[in-house]
């Protein structure tokens, strides 16, 4: 069974940082590549940026040069840097492993 709990949401202004961190349980952790997605409201789910086992990483188009996903191994923990923050950053933001296991997600609100 592996659990994924995610943390470090909340309301930030436009411009500001957060950072999201996701602790997964079990053993899949340090062999998986590892995701974001986040759903803004009445939109589709979304990949964000995902990280192989090996720190590969891949952005969606709208974060790159500001997002930045890492990961420590020894932690078992992910992690989503996000810089210079919009209002349209807006949504929950969900961390992934490998199907079929979801975090319960973290809102992350960019507003003045």
């Known amino acids: 069974q592996v659990q994924l709990v995610e943390s470090g949401g909340g309301l930030v202004q436009p411009g500001g940082s957060l950072r999201l961190s996701c602790a997964a349980s079990g053993t899949i952790f340090r062999a998986s590549t590892m995701a974001w997605y986040r759903q803004a409201p009445g939109k589709e789910r979304e990949l964000v940026a995902s990280i192989t086992s090996y720190s590969t990483t891949k952005y969606a188009d709208s974060v790159k040069g500001r997002f930045t996903i890492s990961r420590d191994n020894a932690k078992n923990t992910v992690y989503l840097q996000m810089n210079s923050l919009k209002p349209e950053d807006t949504a929950v933001y969900y961390c992934?492993?490998?199907?079929?296991?979801w975090g319960q997600g973290t809102q992350v609100t960019v507003s003045s």
């Open positions: 992934k492993a490998p199907d079929p296991y």
